[in-house]
């Protein structure tokens, strides 16, 4: 009678368990490399997208000078690193500098790609307009 009972209990074989195994382990190998660089992609993302809005905040800058005033300028180092004058918020990170070196702050820069100092998340050429990051992350200086 005991005997009976234990034949008809339902189970997982030693070789479905193996098979279930090797399965997963075949999907974590295909999964895996999908997912190594989303870091690097969230980088890139918050690295364009401060860049974004500091480009669109300059630009209207420049467009109510013009408006306002009659004569177009773009804004200089000070009033883009004081709060409230161009940004309505302080200066977003650059994603890809280091917390020691200030990535919140900003330079003047001479040419779009070439960092300026040690310090300094933002590189700026008043005469133009122009922001880019100043730093040599990958490929952010075409941007």
Do not use: C, H
């Not at 040690?118 to 122009?130: F, K, M, N, Q």
């Amino acid at each position: 009678m005991m005997f009976s009972r234990l034949a008809n209990r339902g189970g997982f074989t030693l070789i479905e368990l193996v098979i279930i195994i090797v399965v997963l382990g075949i999907l974590a190998a295909v999964a895996i490399p999908k997912y190594q660089d989303i870091t690097g992609e969230a980088k890139e993302a918050a690295g364009r997208a401060s860049l974004g809005s500091l480009r669109s905040a300059i630009t209207i800058y420049y467009a109510n000078q013009a408006v306002t005033t009659g004569t177009a300028i773009w804004p200089s180092l000070s009033q883009l690193e004081t709060s409230g004058s161009v940004m309505a918020q302080g200066m977003p990170e650059n994603p890809y500098q280091a917390t020691a070196n200030a990535p919140d702050s900003i330079v003047t820069g001479v040419t779009k790609g070439t960092i300026v100092g040690t310090r300094g998340g933002w590189a700026y050429l008043a005469s133009t307009g122009e922001i880019w990051p100043n730093t040599s992350g990958a490929g952010e200086n075409n941007w």
